[in-house]
């Protein structure tokens, strides 16, 4: 009698996080209302097809039965799909655009196991955030004065489908491959324009991704069939290949979170090698132009990826890779350029030293194509603890982008430790070329696993 086949490995059971970019299309077709917020009397005032790349984050659970999965993913997508496009063709010559600037949602997974490859499905409800613009031209008749600007934003909600093909390559590491569809219910979008005026227009609104994306898995086995060539560890080394971290700031009008991982994929934190860097940042804040008061939210995530270099008294990293930002500003902003959804390249590095006993110093720095955002900060430290390495000293900062620059002087308490998890803390003043001056706190906690 011919024994059973075993079970596959249970490595897939556990936390990920990830990462994905690819490409988008979606359709976003403009009718006529009869009525403000009424039914279409069927023209089509225009026709825009969007495309373009995106990219985004994606975290979730699996549980593994023998060959099946079962999971629950919430993902984040940015969307550089704007369009520009003639529009309102029997009125007067004017130009319109679509925006969608991003994507997000909460789907279940379920899929059949091959070996190392997952084939799997998903769905669950979503939403989507656009910005429609219509701008007047030169020889608009007096229905649409030229120059006369009117926008529409939404955040719209519906639904998503996919299927995807996903492979753990590597022990916790697995590629996929993913292609999801996106309907939204069909809704009325008030145009407010910025010297006055008001109309609604029917836009409906699909969209469709094509994404490659890598993620890692927390805790998973390594009983994972893909094997990985690693140098074995020293007896002095630890085990600790990850670092989560998160955090808030908050100064004049504006206060921002993240959260993130900075992960040694094949050595541990301490051994100088390959890193990838994995963060997402939300926040909001308020800022006056021309008397008028105007409120923006924006979202963040980058991907990158270095080397990270270990020593006795040092430790520094260098990364690089795609981000993306979205800035919503309510109202619909003219003068601000820092609106919508932009992607771009970052850079990143940071040092660690300890070039003498009781005295550290920390220097980062960053900057992203996308809006031209920059952050940079130097501490030095002294440890007021005689020998448990709690660091006090000042520390100095500049960050900013095409909308706004601000520094930093302050002073910072590091390294406080509750059990494993460090604690740093900084407040200080401010100075905004915006709000003008104002105090800051900056609080991050980190924990290695």
């Known amino acids: 009698m011919k024994a059973a086949t075993p079970p596959p490995p249970l490595f897939w059971t556990g936390f990920y996080v990830g990462s994905n970019v690819g490409g988008g299309f979606s359709h976003d077709p403009f009718f006529d209302n009869f009525l403000p917020f009424g039914p279409p009397i069927g023209a089509v005032d225009a026709s825009p097809r969007p495309s373009g790349w995106v990219g985004g984050l994606q975290a979730g659970y699996n549980y593994q039965i023998n060959s099946i999965l079962l999971g629950l993913e919430g993902g984040f997508t940015w969307l550089g799909t704007k369009s520009s496009f003639s529009c309102f063709a029997l009125l007067a010559p004017q130009t319109c655009t679509a925006d969608p600037e991003w994507v997000a949602a909460v789907t279940g997974r379920l899929g059949v196991l091959m070996g190392p490859a997952l084939l799997y499905v998903k769905g ?15 020889g608009a008749p007096a229905l ?10 939404e955040i719209r909600p519906g639904w998503t489908a996919g299927v995807g093909l996903e492979y753990m390559f590597l022990p916790s590491w ?11 219910a069909d809704r009325s ?16 609104q699909k969209l469709q991704t094509v994404t490659l994306g890598v ?26 290949n990850i670092m989560a971290f998160t955090g808030v700031d908050v100064s004049k009008f ?47 995530g980058e991907v990158l990826a270095g080397y990270g270099f270990e020593g006795d008294n040092y430790s520094i990293n260098l990364l690089a890779g795609p981000n993306a930002i979205n800035h919503m500003v309510s109202p619909y902003n003219p003068t601000n350029h820092v609106q919508g959804t932009e992607g ?34 130097e501490e030095i430290g002294f440890d007021i603890t005689h020998g448990q390495k709690i660091y006090v000293g000042p520390e100095v900062a500049v960050l ?40 800051y706190t900056h609080v991050e906690l980190s924990e290695n696993f």
């Open 174 to 184: 697995s590629l996929r491959l993913e292609y999801d569809y996106y309907g939204f």
């Open 400 to 439: 900013g982008d095409e909308r706004f620059n601000q520094w930093r002087v302050g002073v910072h308490i590091s390294n406080m430790k509750i059990g494993k998890m460090e604690i740093d803390l900084s407040a200080g003043f401010a100075d905004d070329s915006i709000v003008g001056t104002s105090a």
């Open 124 to 138: 669950g409800p979503a939403w989507i955030r656009d910005t429609y613009t219509d701008l007047a031209l030169p």
């Open 144 to 153: 649409a004065v030229s120059g006369d600007l009117f926008v529409g934003q």
């Open 189 to 204: 979008i008030g145009f407010d324009g910025v010297d006055g005026g008001f109309f609604t227009e029917l836009i409906r």
């Open 344 to 377: 771009g390249i970052k850079v990143r590095a940071d040092a660690y030293l300890t070039p003498a006993t009781g005295f550290m110093s920390y220097s980062e720095g960053e900057y992203s194509t996308a809006f031209q955002t920059y952050w940079a900060a």
């Open 215 to 240: 993620d890692y898995h927390f805790g998973a086995a390594t009983a994972a069939p893909a094997p990985i060539l690693a140098k074995a560890r020293s007896s002095d080394e630890t085990d600790s």
């Open 254 to 300: 504006s206060a921002s979170g993240w959260i993130g991982t900075l992960i040694a994929p094949s050595k541990d934190l301490d051994t100088s090698g390959l890193r990838v860097w994995v963060v997402g940042e939300s926040g909001g804040y308020l800022y006056y132009d021309g008397g008028a008061a105007f409120h923006g939210i924006y979202d963040s």
